[in-house]
């Protein structure tokens, strides 16, 4: 029992110093963006441009699912059953709403995923280059990491 009750102590001061090195290596998102105007303008400009697209996506995403949603609330529904099945169409301007909802938040996705994927790897780039951490958070947020080994596997609250 004694030596559990020391194991747990050992392994709350061990988390204590891991999380002060990373906090004091960890930047804000506003600290990165502005060490990388000063520092890397190359990389400041793809930063940038991935988070206008970003930006772009989750509006025509986020916009076209409201849009769909009032087009489907706005729209003319005629209800046909011919017996053995139901059929709903959707006519007026509602019909429209509704596809141009659709088609918007559709196109919008891979925008979103797109723009997120490409500010990530300038953020990487930079700070691979500087000689930061790759994997400390820009913003420190406690998180789980799995760890897998050919011998062994670990999962740990990374904080």
Known sequence: MKKLVLFCISLALFAGKSAAQNAGSALS??????????????LHQKYKS???????????TLGGVAAT???????????????MSTQV?????GAGIFAVGLVSAVAGTPLWIIGGVKRKN?????LR???YSINAPVDPSP??????????????LVF
Do not use: H
């Not at 169409?89 to 301007?93: E, T």
């Open 29 to 42: 998102a506003a600290e990165l963006k502005e060490r990388m105007a000063v520092n890397a303008p190359y």
């Open 50 to 60: 991935a988070s206008n697209l970003r930006g772009v996506g989750m509006g025509m």
């Open 69 to 83: 949603i009032i087009g489907i609330a706005v729209a003319d529904k005629e209800t046909i059953n011919d017996g």
């Open 89 to 93: 169409n959707l006519s007026g301007p």
């Open 122 to 126: 300038a953020r990487n780039a930079y």
């Open 129 to 131: 280059e500087f000689g």
């Open 143 to 156: 998180y789980l990491q799995l760890n897998v080994t050919p011998n062994r596997m670990g999962l740990a």
